[in-house]
């Protein structure tokens, strides 16, 4: 049992443990809070996106649907092993689940796999996933056909084991979403059955992030990188605690592009804007009661 860690130590425990890491522009604060509990986590859960190499599955996740918004998980593992991370809260990944398995997951008890889930999304006394599992959508058309890239699967044993290792979690508490929904079969395919992924998880978690298994790519040294804008070029990382000196044009022109991470920084851009408008407001009632007094009235104010 754990509190939910803050994105940008999601991002850096990432890329410690060799991940490529892409962050959306405005990740850190897009999520869906707003519908439910983020937390206590208990596990991480891994899905396949049905998609084809050329739909953009980044995008469908991030937006979500009329019927299911976005985000659809918090981060997305493409075919070439980059991990595009697009929320750091509750997003639309798990839904419901059988809680016999939440339990297991929890004390890491069972043997080769979970229970089998009697429970879905809607089922009468099912939990809320979502408030409970970090999702990685893992970009896989889902039909058992379509191949999974050894330099993708290797990416998501990597993220997998990243969380655990900053939640003190053992291998058994990732699973997949065919092992929380008996309504579900992701992942699915061959390469990507949860016993072997929770083997190679096992096999991380023994070693330091920075280790790499034999036969894979070696992992690179983290370092920060360059959050994108819309436009595509690059912006530094602001030092929040200083932020309140940041003029409120600036701090209008960063707003969504992924340089305010957290409730302080909106709060303090909230803060800079209401002092830009009140000084605006200011400014027009003098003029308003100069031409009052120009025209021989007075507005009383």
């Given amino acids: 049992m754990a509190a939910p860690m803050h994105g940008r130590t999601l991002a850096d425990a990432l890329r410690a443990e060799g991940v490529k890491v892409v962050e959306y522009p405005g990740w850190l604060v897009h999520n869906r809070n ?31 649907f009329v019927s299911l918004p976005g985000p659809l998980c918090h981060g997305v593992i493409e075919r070439d092993g980059t991990a595009h991370l697009i929320s750091s809260g509750r997003a639309n990944h798990a839904g419901g689940g059988d809680p016999d398995v939440l339990q297991e997951v929890r004390s890491e008890s069972y043997g080769v796999r979970p229970s089998a889930p009697q429970y879905h999304d809607g089922s009468l006394g099912a939990h809320d996933g979502n408030r409970a599992f970090y999702g990685f959508e893992c970009a896989n058309l889902g039909d058992g056909v379509d191949p999974w890239p050894a330099v993708q699967v290797e ?17 058994k508490s990732v699973i997949g979403h065919s092992e929380w929904s008996d309504w579900k079969s992701d992942p699915k395919g061959a390469g990507v059955a949860m ?7 096992a096999e991380r978690l023994n070693h330091e992030p920075s280790w790499n298994r034999p036969g894979t790519t070696p992992a690179p040294t983290p370092a920060p990188v360059p959050r994108p804008t819309p436009e595509g070029d690059t912006m530094e990382p602001i030092d ?20 305010i991470p957290d409730a302080y920084g909106y709060l303090v851009l909230t803060h800079q804007l209401l002092v830009k408008l009140a000084a605006e407001v200011a400014e027009l009632r003098s003029a308003v009661n100069a031409l009052a007094r120009s025209q021989g009235g007075d507005t009383g104010r």
């Fill in 240 to 259: 929040f605690w200083n932020y309140r000196n940041v003029k409120a044009d600036q701090a209008s022109q960063d707003a969504g592009r992924g340089r």
């Fill in 195 to 201: 016993p072997d992924l929770r083997r190679r998880i």
């Fill in 155 to 171: 990416a998501m044993v990597r993220a997998s084991a990243a969380i655990c290792r900053v939640h003190d979690w053992g291998a």
């Fill in 34 to 64: 707003h519908k439910g509990a983020w937390g206590e986590v208990h596990g991480v859960m891994i899905h396949h996106t049905v998609t084809g190499k050329n739909v953009d599955a980044v995008e469908i996740c991030h937006d979500g």
